[in-house]
């Protein structure tokens, strides 16, 4: 069971599923949302997680038309995105786990977009848009 939070503890999650794809995306989106060069995110099954604490402080914004960022309304910490095409996947923010994350497929996305101050220093794979397997 992975659980998380947000910066101000409002809102808490679990996650019964595993997590076994992290993502370090570098589009302009996610540069913007996070404030930072990029965020690790990754894909988890929509049944698998559940709100245990603060459902009322959660809010979202949409940058694109069928894209909801949800965060906490109270500190602002991004918790996870969702696409209205695909409601059985969302895109965990990974910073908002308390617990630890080991998984195999690790890779960057969207480097063709990558912000200009950032260097790539590991060997993960990189993708100029998101992979396509």
Request: hydrophobic share 30%; proline share 6%.
């Amino acid at each position: 069971m992975h659980k998380g939070s947000c910066l101000c503890g409002g809102v808490r999650y679990e996650y019964s599923g595993g997590i076994d794809e992290v993502s370090m995306c570098h589009c302009k989106q996610c540069q913007k949302a996070q404030g930072s060069a990029f965020v690790a995110v990754a894909p988890i099954l929509s049944e698998g997680f559940r709100i245990t604490e603060g459902a009322s402080y959660l809010k979202e914004f949409r940058a694109s038309p069928n894209k909801s960022r949800v965060f906490c309304a109270e500190c602002g910490s991004p918790l996870y995105s969702a696409r209205d095409d695909r409601p059985e996947v969302k895109r965990l923010r990974l910073g908002t786990l308390d617990t630890p994350v080991l998984s195999s497929k690790r890779y960057h996305a969207w480097v063709s977009s990558k912000a200009d101050w950032f260097e790539l220093a590991d060997d993960l794979p990189t993708f100029p848009e998101l992979p396509t397997s």
